[in-house]
């Protein structure tokens, strides 16, 4: 069966759905309208769906077929506040496109795919895929794959491990010139935890590559009031997940003691789960990248570059339980900023209908090899570090 001629019954039908969710732009955790589009796409193809799932109700797993080996694609649909400035309706639409060519060219494999919300990290359902992994959503798939727009063809990936925490300081209110002996001042605790946390970068060394971002959530209501609430997020980013835990324990611990010698209250949460570092199957990535040759493109192996990664994302948490395959799209010139109005724009889907429908052939083909020409026992065997899953390649 030849695979063009199948995506092209298709491909009309995955551009209206990238650009529905295009245009719905829905914020992470509040996808309700993106992810019921997916569903319904899915539905029509036969795919069962549970809708919600594990209690989200913007998450879903989709699946169709009864064989031995089990695939699954990844899906994300959460837009950023300036609209999807990352493309992510290109992932689902990918996500939905592959599922929809495989079943129809192959009948002895089992296709999945998973509705995952908040990968930006927005609302309740932040970082939902390190959610699922917890859960085992991920222990009946044989392999995995994720898909990212970007400014260059690539296989493969690298992230920095990712952690966000939340400081409430709360002290207590009064007139700012008329009673300040009666105040807590809950700005004052937090401005001293945000130096505090910033001179703390000279602790780490140069190899863990530490990133910090902060910024004030809540800093006071009024000027002739003493702020009884000030809020901090403090986000932590290192090439070692093991080091972004031990910083975070030194920031709860500085913001504790400043907290205690300010007289406030403290509270710390984690707004997002911890997003893991990226583990790569280099088998997966090299054959994604070949496959992307044949089409005539010029892809990087990530995996072989010795760049430093300067992202993160929650599908590295996916890495870690089952192989998982990457592969980037280009949709923008060299150096377009993620997150941007510009790579909002690249994003539409009438201008990035090409690269998609070149990431879906790639992706395809990719399982069609690792299924006709039996590699899952390398993968998973590189997955193991060398060892066979019970003894024996699949």
Not at 79 to 107: D, F, R, V, Y
Not at 193 to 212: C, E, P, Q
């Amino acid at each position: 069966m030849n695979i063009d001629k199948v995506l092209d019954k298709y491909l009309g039908e995955i551009l209206v759905l990238s650009g529905k969710i295009y245009d719905l732009k829905e914020l992470g955790s509040r996808e309700v309208q993106s992810s019921i589009a997916m569903i319904r796409f899915l539905e029509k193809l036969g795919f069962t769906v549970h809708l919600p799932y594990l209690d989200m109700h913007t998450a879903f797993r989709a699946e169709s077929g009864d064989g031995m080996f089990t695939v699954g694609f990844l899906a994300e649909y959460d837009a950023l506040p300036n609209g999807h400035s990352c493309g992510h309706n290109l992932i689902s639409a990918w996500a939905a496109g592959c599922a929809a060519i495989l079943k129809e060219m192959i009948q002895d494999i089992r296709i999945i795919v998973i509705g995952t919300p908040s990968e930006e990290g927005m609302g309740e359902y932040a970082g939902s895929k390190a959610r699922m992994v917890a859960e085992g959503v991920f222990d009946d798939i044989n392999i995995v794959f994720g898909m990212h727009p970007d400014d260059r063809w690539a296989a493969g990936s690298k992230t920095l491990a990712d952690l966000t925490l939340r400081l409430e300081f709360t002290g207590r209110s009064s007139h700012g010139a008329d009673s300040p002996e009666s105040s807590v001042n809950a700005l004052d605790a937090a401005v001293t935890t945000y130096s505090a946390i910033n001179s703390m970068r000279g602790w780490a060394k140069h190899d863990k590559h530490l990133v910090v971002g902060m910024i004030f959530r809540e800093a006071g209501e009024a000027t002739n009031v003493v702020p009884e609430k000030a809020v901090l997020d403090v986000e932590i980013r290192s090439t070692s997940t093991e080091f972004v835990k031990t910083f975070s324990r030194k920031v709860m611990k500085l913001a504790t003691g400043i907290s205690e010698g300010y007289g406030t209250n403290l509270t710390t949460l984690e707004i997002t789960p911890l997003y893991g570092s990226y583990k790569p199957n280099l088998t997966m990535d090299s054959i994604i990248e070949e496959e992307l040759r044949k089409l005539g493109l010029d892809p990087v192996n990530v995996d072989q570059l010795e760049e430093l990664p300067s992202g993160s994302t929650d599908e590295a948490n996916v890495s870690c339980a089952v192989p998982t395959g990457h592969i980037d799209i280009k949709i923008g010139y060299p150096g377009i900023p993620g997150h941007s109005d510009e790579f909002r724009e690249a994003s539409r889907p009438e201008k990035a209908s090409e690269s998609l429908r070149l990431g879906i052939i790639a992706t395809v083909n990719t399982v069609l090899r690792i299924h006709n020409d039996k590699l899952y026992g390398d993968i998973i065997e590189e997955f193991n570090g060398g060892e066979l899953r019970n003894g024996e390649r699949l």
